[in-house]
């Protein structure tokens, strides 16, 4: 567990999840995952859903984004796969962090669709054991009633954000 300094490190999130994930190898998607992206990727890049359709892990996706996250998603399709790839919040979290660095690092501000899935997750995704793995260690041991996890600290995260 961290320490509860880690999060006002500026660079914390990019040593504990981002670096770690960028090391790691993408698993291939299950076949179901694989035919829901192909559905996905046949919806119109401008598709707009409406707040009572959208899954639980996209709602939560997109209020990281908007209050803790310098990347810009142009293209909900993008929120519509994570959805699909994430069993639970704390997993959606990580893969937007990981996002928020790749993107910082090749200097891209908006995602869309055909940048995550040709360029940022081109071969599959993250394994369930590699996302227990850093959910795991991003764990910050905190002695008052803040969160216990790292991602939840946008200070954390800014060596890898853009300067609004």
């Given at each position: 567990m961290l320490d509860s300094s880690y999060t006002n490190r500026e660079n914390a999130i990019e040593e504990i999840v981002y670096d770690f994930l960028a090391d790691c190898e993408l698993t291939e998607m299950s076949p179901e995952s694989a035919k829901t992206l192909l559905m996905i990727a046949m919806l119109p890049k401008d598709l707009k859903i409406k707040d009572?359709?959208?899954?639980?892990?996209?709602?939560?996706?997109?209020?990281?984004?908007?209050h803790a996250l310098t990347i810009e998603v142009i293209d909900e399709r993008v929120l519509l796969v994570l959805s699909d790839w994430n069993q639970s919040a704390g997993q959606a979290i990580i893969y937007l962090w990981y996002i928020q660095g790749w993107c910082f690092k090749h200097n891209i501000t908006k995602l869309d669709f055909q940048l995550l899935t040709e360029k940022i997750f081109p071969s599959g995704m993250f394994s369930e054991k590699d996302l227990k793995s850093v959910w795991d260690n991003q764990?910050?041991?905190?002695?008052?009633?803040?969160?216990?996890?790292?991602?939840?600290?946008?200070?954390?995260?800014?060596?890898?954000?853009?300067l609004k």
């Open positions: 009572e359709e959208k899954p639980f892990i996209f709602k939560i996706m997109e209020q990281r984004i908007k764990k910050v041991n905190t002695p008052n009633m803040s969160s216990d996890n790292l991602v939840d600290y946008p200070v954390a995260g800014l060596s890898i954000q853009f």
